[in-house]
């Protein structure tokens, strides 16, 4: 990526689906990613388990020799019910301190294929971006067109003025996963000025108060 500065990035943290899914191309480039995070020295943080995609990610990740970290609400490791995590493992107490946890010691954010958790895991992260509580890049890796009807639908809300064009370059999409991590390293933040002032310290209380109108 000749003249353009590239952000350094440690540790992406991946949203996907505990299935497999119908698509073997969906477990192939799975794997495929974890060995591109591998090769390019950059450490997993995940769901935990050893399910569907999610366990593709982390078990190439660390064949590689690169950290895994997975982040698990504790309900799920009852009965061993998603597996033994590949790598470290955090044991949370609720899904929102889980997804807190993963916006904190991740540098970027990639979405493959998964269901209704993916999706909210996705949207929660771009929601958090487009207020200035992150400003760290977020992509989906679009297997075979997974996900195209999610960007046409977000392309369609942009029209319909309920997102914003500048909100609108926070979700980048690539096709390889190659693409994608050189995308996110590429990715320059820009905020929206008046929402960039609000405070979200864990000691306040309450928003500055914004003469704006919230497109959220």
């Keep these: ?23 073997v191309a969906f477990v192939n480039t799975a794997f495929h990613l974890g060995e591109v995070l591998g090769k390019r020295k950059i450490d997993l943080v995940y769901g935990g388990g050893k399910l569907g ?12 020799e690169r950290q895994v970290l997975g982040i698990i ?12 995590t590949c790598g470290k493992e955090i ?8 997804l807190v946890m993963m916006m904190e010691l991740s540098d970027a954010f990639i979405a493959l294929p998964g269901g209704f958790g993916t999706l909210e895991e ?3 992260m771009i929601s958090w971006a487009q207020l200035s509580i992150h400003n760290k890049p977020i992509g989906v890796l679009n297997i ?24 609108r370059k ?13 995308k996110l390293q590429a990715f320059r933040f820009e905020s929206d000025p008046a929402l960039s002032k609000l405070k979200w310290s864990p000691s306040s209380s309450q928003k500055e108060k914004l003469d704006l109108t919230l497109r959220l």
Excluded at 5 to 23: E, L, M, T
């Design 1 to 23: 990526m000749e003249g353009v500065s590239v952000r350094k990035i440690k540790k992406i943290c991946v949203f996907c689906g505990a299935n497999s899914g119908k698509d």
């Design 53 to 64: 995609l999610m366990g593709c990610v982390s078990t190439a990740v660390a064949q590689h």
């Design 73 to 84: 609400p504790s309900a799920f490791t009852i009965n061993n019910l998603v597996g033994e």
């Design 91 to 98: 044991k949370v107490a609720t899904m929102q301190e889980r």
């Design 122 to 124: 996705l949207f929660q």
């Design 144 to 167: 075979n067109g997974f996900f195209n009807g999610l960007l046409s639908f977000v392309d369609h809300a942009v029209k319909q003025e309920f997102i914003t064009p500048r909100a």
């Design 170 to 182: 926070i979700l980048i999409s690539a096709t390889t996963a190659d693409e994608l991590v050189d």
